[in-house]
């Protein structure tokens, strides 16, 4: 048997155990300790964001955002629907309501849905959470234009999408708040870990404050209101650094990768790639398709039989148990990209003979 061909498996610069064996040198392997303020200045550095803060999660990064930008008990938050549960369940934390929007032929939120949502929420959102769906971003100018017209925080979940860029800005830079992931199955992985940024000094000053558990600036231990354990090992920033070392060499061979498959698969009538917006370069973290005709579940389980991983594409909020009473704004878009679509494999350390048994393996299956 092949070894296994995961669908995003962690790829490694080479540098992460020196930066590991320095913070162990310096036994700064807790509390905080410089790697993290490297990680984070690599990070702004990167994106052109002014502060950035290193956390344990994006989830927790999604949950400080909200906080910080006032979203509490009984509030209403847009979201795309077509997304990752992380990029959402912070939203639930708050015990405030979401209000799923549906994605257009870009596979991104549609801000023409949005404007529905607006209208018909039962009363005014704070705040709409976009998601760059698998690297790929969402259709800003019209997001950014509609939110500041309406007196709605905007916070992009970049998840997915470090690197990415649109009117060559990178995603994470256009709403009042963004958060970046660095979980095993990212472009970039810490084996866990996430980043908050913003523009906004204050919220990120607040942020910071309430990632470590609220307390107040005394020599003892005083606690005025409630916070997390959110903060990012020293251990885990030292991957980071050297993970952000090779951001644009993973970018390009993911895109690479995209490519390979686009060229071999991209001919056939039953094939449809997850468009790239006009004005937009993607970071093509996953390679994602659907099919006319063929049910991808067949392709998924020929692929396992050849210890190949492949994912059918995100389930959309709106069809979650979870989420059966949320209000949501749907024509059925995500619902058939779903039903219809997969992930590929789209691991940067991935061989162009790898993509190339991956493809004629679909082209055998197609009906
Ligand atoms: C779109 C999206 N949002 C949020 C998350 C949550 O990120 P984390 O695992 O860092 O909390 C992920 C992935 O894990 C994601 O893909």
Sequence with gaps: M???LFLSPPHMSGKEQQYIAEVFQSNYIAPLGAFVNRF?????????????LALSSATAGLHLALRVLGVGAGDYVLASSFTFIGSVNAIVYQNAHPIFVDSDESWNISPELLKVAIQKAPKKPKALIITHLYGQVCKLDEIVALCKEEGIWLIEDAAESLGASYRDRQSGTFGDMAVYS??????????????LVSENEAWMAKARFLSTQAKEDTLHYEHKEIGYNYRLSNVLAAIGVAQMEVLDERVKRRREIFALYKKILGENEEIAFMPELENSRGNRWLTTLTFAKTNPKKIIHALEESNIESRPLWKPMHLQPLFAEALCVQDGTSQGLFEQG???????SMSGEDVVRVCEMIQKELV
Excluded: D, H, Q, V
């Excluded at 990070?43 to 964001?49: D, E, F």
């Design 342 to 348: 997969i992930c590929l494999p789209s691991g940067s």
């Design 182 to 195: 660095f979980n095993g199955n990212k472009i970039l992985t810490t084996s866990g870990g996430g980043m």
């Design 40 to 52: 984070e200045e690599s990070i702004k550095t990167y994106t052109g964001t002014s502060n950035a």
């Design 2 to 4: 092949n070894m296994r």
